[in-house]
């Protein structure tokens, strides 16, 4: 795709930014990928889903207009997509809109829960150019993640996997949020990905959707970030962490990636009704860009929306900017301090160097409880699949491994 900045925001002084990140950081003319949820229906109600899945929404995109969307991602050059929800494959023309955008030269990563992704399907899927899967666990034992994923649906990722490994779908993502709970798995995730041949991704956990109430007893605490960050120093050519952990260049080198917040320069997010938003994490009015059903469509939202050319402006990093480490850092996680209460020119809630902890600390009295909520809760009104009543309760251990290699990713299933 093009990497030609935007005409529309500034360049520095010479006209042509020196490094490819500066090109990222000043917007391109379209997307590197963007992120798709395609419904909000969903069989599971996770208990940090950013979206806060569960029920379709009436008003989502048809079949006609999300194939205009991808024509559209044809004529921009759009690199590929990254289909979400909810659980995209419940919807009944996943499969058709999987090929027309194949067949328009858009590539597809889609991330499941693997309910519908049985021997047959992962077949279908072995047979594909141009698609990626990811299968998402938050634990790599059934208790840890059944705990914020529901019960069962340990057990139906790893069927999900098998079926994907026989068919012979080899690099598969598998797909984690790194919390509190399963931060000492990081070993055993990766244990669980070279078993499948499959590639290992880990991603931050963000106050966003459902993950605004959880967020305070599920994010790692400041030594698990530390050994997240060894850990990642020490794996990280092999592992992805789609720049989730920039906030962690603060500790010492950057980690790979191009450690800055890409929301609304290189990446952004279309919801199942169409809404544009910044990033998947940023679901709020404040970050809403446009929608794809206006004149225009969606390119018109990404050139020319004043929310993403705002973004797109060079960053003077606020209360940040006086601090050695914000070169590394950039300052953190825009979603991470809008729904924490802080603001967006000061440090991330997690900031290594303790800056955000002391600013959550210091926020006005009552400021805690009367944080940002995210727009729209689509979560089940009843029982959902695998739980009792309703979303997942937050089950915290009272038991840590003493070591990550002491819990068996595939204890109690078989072996063949």
């Known amino acids: 795709m093009s990497a030609e900045v935007l005409s529309a925001v500034d360049t520095p002084v010479d006209g042509r930014p020196t490094k490819l990140v500066d090109h990222f950081a000043l917007g391109l003319n379209a997307p590197i990928c963007l992120t798709w949820e395609l419904t909000y229906a969903c069989n599971l109600a996770c208990v940090h889903c950013l979206s806060s899945s569960g029920r379709r929404d009436p008003s989502e995109l048809s079949t006609a207009e999300c194939q205009a969307v991808i024509d559209e991602f044809e004529r921009m050059q759009v690199f590929y997509v990254n289909i979400g929800g909810g659980e995209p494959t419940v919807r009944s023309d996943f499969w058709e809109l999987l090929d027309y955008a194949i067949d328009h030269h858009v590539g597809v990563k889609f991330s499941t829960n693997g309910v519908k992704l049985d021997a047959a399907a992962a077949r279908r899927l072995a047979a594909t150019d141009y698609v990626d899967v990811q299968i998402s666990v938050d634990g790599a034992s059934a208790d840890v993640n059944d705990a914020v994923r529901g019960g069962g649906s ?19 993502k598998i797909s984690v949020v790194v919390t509190r709970q399963n931060a000492g798995q990081l070993d055993a995730f990766k244990a669980l990905a070279d078993r499948y041949d499959a590639q290992l991704r880990l991603t931050r956990l963000r106050p966003s959707g ?31 962490t789609g720049d ?142 695998g739980q009792a009543t309703g979303p997942v309760p937050v089950l915290l251990m009272t038991r840590r491994p003493d070591r990550a290699c002491d819990e068996n990713p595939l204890a109690g299933l078989p072996t063949s």
């Open 154 to 172: 340990f057990g139906t990722a790893i069927r999900a996997m098998e079926n994907l490994a026989a068919a012979g779908f080899t690099g598969f």
């Open 244 to 385: 989730s952990f920039f906030h962690l260049s603060g500790l010492g080198d950057p980690l790979p990636g191009l450690n800055l917040c890409g929301a609304g320069r290189v990446v952004c997010l279309i919801d199942p009704i169409g809404d544009v938003y910044a990033c998947p994490f940023t679901i709020h009015e404040q970050f809403l860009a446009g929608n794809v059903r206006s004149p225009g469509g969606f390119a018109t939202v990404w050139r020319d929306s004043e929310l993403f050319a705002s973004l797109r402006r060079p960053d003077s990093g606020g209360t940040c900017s006086s601090c050695s480490m914000f070169d590394a850092c950039r300052g953190g996680c825009m979603a991470a301090k809008f729904f924490t209460g802080l603001p967006l020119d000061g440090p991330d809630p997690e900031c290594v160097q303790g800056y955000g902890e002391a600013a959550l600390a210091a926020r006005t009295p009552g400021t805690a409880g009367t944080a940002p909520k995210p727009t729209g809760d689509h979560s089940h009104r009843g029982p959902v699949r």
């Open 210 to 240: 459902r993950g605004a109430d959880v967020w305070a007893d599920l994010h790692p605490t400041a030594d698990q970030q530390r050994e997240l960050y060894r850990w990642l120093v020490a794996n990280g050519e092999g592992v992805l």
